[in-house]
């Protein structure tokens, strides 16, 4: 009996003896601000640029689902008051309708009388000044889709030449701490780089297709307004 709590309080010496390993975890942000200061001046760079990218797509997102808003019957209100000859009545209608299609609308309204002609060269003007208002900064997001892979490949180079600098300076026999801090720099600058330029890109296609359905929408209606006006009285 005696020797069974010897060998228990033997185990529990050799227990307490054996050094306690901690698992040792590394956050995301850690990981991201691990590579010294050019991975961290890169990976700031790459913060603001997805800040950018972010606001721009949503601000134009809500502007383009704002613009593409238009009653059903706005064009068929709009014949029957230009049928009847009531301009006036028309051209109301159109201003209390913030949207492109009522904005070229009340632009071919206001030259009814003119040549056909210059009513149609009148609709296309005003529709390249609203596109223009849709595409508003949407170039920025495909700049920064191409622009942060680049930025985080500039991150890789940097940290290559980092740990390569730091073999040559210790005649090749460098410890492995002292290469972390290059390899980090170039692994987080390319993943970061390639994850802002991903998204940046996805809206800017997105966007892309929003705003093509409202520039359809806008051809449309002008069609519909230009074979209005062709209609015999």
Excluded at 153 to 168: D, K, Q, S
Excluded at 173 to 187: D, R
Aim: net charge negative.
């Amino acid at each position: 009996m005696l020797n069974f709590f010897q060998q228990d309080e033997a185990a529990e010496a050799a227990q307490a003896a054996e050094p306690i390993v901690e698992e040792k975890t590394l956050s995301l942000f850690d990981l991201m601000f691990s590579g010294g200061l050019g991975g961290q001046i890169i990976i700031i760079i790459l913060f603001i640029l997805l800040f950018a990218a972010v606001y721009i797509y949503f601000e134009r997102l809500f502007a383009i689902k704002a613009a593409g808003k238009i009653d059903k019957n706005f064009m068929l209100m709009i014949k029957d008051s230009v049928l009847n000859g009531n301009i006036e009545s028309a051209k109301v209608r159109c201003a209390q309708s913030d949207s492109p299609v009522a904005r070229l609308t009340e632009k071919g309204i206001s030259r009814i009388g003119s040549p056909l002609e210059d009513i149609n060269t009148a609709i296309e003007n005003a529709g390249r000044l609203e596109i223009y208002k849709l595409e508003k900064n949407v170039s920025i997001l495909a700049t920064v889709a191409g622009a942060a892979p680049m930025i985080g490949f500039l991150g890789t180079v940097i940290g290559m030449v980092l740990a390569f600098h730091e073999l040559a300076t210790s005649s090749g026999q460098a410890q492995m701490g002292a290469l972390a801090e290059g390899i980090y720099t170039a692994m987080t600058t390319t993943v970061a780089g390639l994850i802002v330029g991903i998204i940046a890109y996805i809206g800017y296609n997105h966007l892309v297709v929003k705003t093509d359905k409202v520039v359809h929408q806008m051809e449309a209606t002008a069609v519909d307004f230009l074979d209005l006006l062709n209609e015999p009285a």
